[in-house]
């Protein structure tokens, strides 16, 4: 409340409320005092009830997992229950639901699901088979595979040689038989899993299956489950080929598998050695904030994330971007990568509207397998779906001009080399907008713009910054950070419009310190084209309410003083 006493008195007052208008700082400024209620959802559950045919329970187990957080999973400590399968896979759509009501009653809650297809199908099934019979994210491809996915085998092969060493000891398909996996061009062999195939991990266990151990040998693979099943109305069922002696033929015979006893070899061999009491295994949590604390501080050189610091940022799969695309709602999507040096500058920034707004924003990186292996271990290929050079490309394609019409991007689709391709079947260039990550957006299918056009995209930031102190888009400067955390504001703000909620900035300190990168950081290093939108803000805020303060003064300058003076409204911008 303000006490104005007389015309010259309101004047210094307006005079000083400008002053401190002009020369504060926007990012000290705050919305509002209610929080927005947040519109996400369980992404894991609603995707696989809607995923998997005979999967109808909305309350579901399954957290689906990048090849990439599949690696930081193997390499941290505990007991973890694995599933590997596709909605793809008829085997795995034939148990899927048996699997979850055997898990949930004997207690579990969560069981990571790492799909070897790396794009889930998705891009198969809906665009693949039109551009070439071979087009397949297929991991486990061996080398006289003519699918794409076997120029990438070594991706399964690391998994297998790398965490999990004793799978020899669970599968059909062993290192030494006919149907083991050949990877590299010295066609090294090992194991292959058939799917679904469900397992306890654990990196230190030092026990074989046998009850054996060896003195300095480790047996990942505590226990697994590994049997192919097939179903149909009447239910499950397996099937083999028997040769007809009469037709010199060999027949297709289908043998019924009664559910009780499917139920029941799943509890032995897995679910009977969970719970907590003597001689059974306690099983360990591994979250996406796990992965994202871990994945951008060791590829940062830096802790970018605080360990117990809260995040809200959620990683998914290529398959559940697609699905989440296609839903009703409004959402805060994030795409970028622990690889890239740029989202690398700002995912704390991302992820501190996310806390304060109690909202999830939704992580996709354009790198199927995250570029661990070459980061890692020094292959020279990636399955990034944002590169010309990749046979996935079309995904991007794909995913971009079926879901993200009218995209606003940097780089200019009409000029040669500013877009991503695929060659269709007359050999002709298919085109979409080639974005930069991180691109940080608002989508909403249903949102349309001014003119009644459809504009998913409500609102989006595309700014390159960095870690590396010596540079001018050094994140750390005043300047770049201020123009980064309004433009992240203004999709927190859409969001929150679309929502029907008011939404917070967040706290900014008045010295800006940043920590310098001791990493190496990948990533696209592109010239920094800040904008001055924070000041521009800023000023016109000033004016407006300078404007106010005036037309007030005048106001009160034809009444009487009084000590009670004028009653304004405080309103937090």
């Not at 010259?8 to 007052?13: A, F």
């Not at 595309?462 to 504001?489: C, H, P, Q, V, W």
Request: aromatic share 12%; net charge negative.
């Amino acid at each position: 409340m303000l006490n104005i006493k007389n015309k010259s008195k309101s004047i210094i007052v307006a005079l000083a409320l400008l002053a401190a208008i002009l020369i504060a700082p926007l990012s000290v400024l705050r919305v509002s005092a209610a929080e927005a209620s947040s519109a996400s959802f369980d992404i894991d559950k609603s995707y696989y009830s809607d995923d998997y045919e005979h999967l109808a329970d909305k309350d579901v187990v399954f957290q689906n997992i990048t090849y990439e957080e599949a690696v930081y999973l193997f390499q941290q400590k505990g007991n973890y229950l694995i599933f590997l399968g596709g909605p793809w896979c008829g085997n795995t759509n034939a148990v899927i639901d048996y699997i979850n009501d055997a898990a949930k009653a004997a207690g579990v809650t969560t069981v990571y699901n790492l799909d070897l297809v790396l794009d889930g199908n998705a891009g198969y099934n809906n665009l693949g088979k039109e551009i070439a019979p071979n087009k397949n994210a297929h991991i486990r491809e061996s080398n006289s595979s003519s699918l794409d996915g076997a120029d990438y085998n070594y991706l399964y092969a690391e998994l297998v040689t790398r965490y999990l060493t004793n799978l020899n000891d669970w599968v059909e398909y062993t290192k030494d038989s006919s149907s083991a996996l050949i990877y590299t061009d010295a066609d090294i062999a090992v194991p292959k899993v058939q799917v679904p195939f469900l397992f306890i991990y654990n990196k230190d266990n030092t026990v074989n299956y046998k009850g054996e151990s060896v003195e300095g040998k480790t047996y990942p693979i505590v226990y697994g489950y590994e049997k192919m099943l097939n179903r149909d109305e009447e239910g499950l069922y397996t099937t083999s080929r028997v040769y007809n002696t009469e037709t010199e033929k060999y027949d297709r015979v289908t043998t019924r598998v009664d559910d009780a006893t499917y139920i029941q070899e799943l509890n032995d061999a897995i679910f009977s050695h969970i719970g907590t009491g003597e001689g059974k295994l306690t099983l360990s949590s591994f979250t996406s904030a796990d992965y994202i604390r871990l994945a951008y501080n060791e590829r940062a050189g830096k802790k970018i994330f605080e360990d117990g610091q809260q995040i809200n940022i959620e990683t998914i799969t290529y398959k559940q971007l697609d699905w989440l695309l296609q839903q009703d709602g409004t959402y805060l999507i994030l795409f970028g990568g622990a690889w890239c040096g740029n989202t690398q500058a700002v995912i704390d920034i991302i992820n501190d509207y996310a806390v304060a707004n109690n909202v999830t924003v939704y992580n996709f990186d354009t790198k199927l397998d995250g570029g661990y292996a070459k980061y890692k271990w020094g292959y020279s290929q990636e399955v990034h779906i944002r590169d010309n050079n990749n046979p996935f490309s079309y995904l991007y394609v794909s995913l971009v001009n079926t879901y993200l019409p009218y995209i606003k991007t940097e780089y200019d689709i009409t000029k040669e080399g500013q877009y991503i391709f695929y060659k269709d079947q007359n050999d002709a260039e298919v085109k979409a907008n080639k974005l930069q990550v991180p691109y940080f957006f608002t989508y909403d299918k249903s949102n349309v713009d001014k003119d009644g056009h459809n504009a998913p995209i409500v609102s989006y930031v595309e700014k390159m910054y960095t870690l590396k102190s010596e540079r001018d888009d050094y994140i750390g400067l005043e300047a770049n950070y201020i123009d980064y955390t309004t433009a992240a504001f203004d999709v927190v703000s859409a969001y929150g419009s679309k929502v029907g909620a008011t939404v917070k900035n967040i706290e900014q300190p008045n010295d800006l310190i940043k920590a310098q990168d001791d990493g190496q950081n990948e990533g696209q290093n592109n010239e920094n084209n800040s904008s001055n939108t924070g000041k521009i803000v800023a000023a016109v805020i000033g004016v407006i309410v300078v404007i106010a303060i005036v037309a007030a003064v005048i106001v009160i300058g034809k009444k009487k003083s009084s000590d009670n003076g004028d009653k304004s409204d405080n309103q937090n911008l």
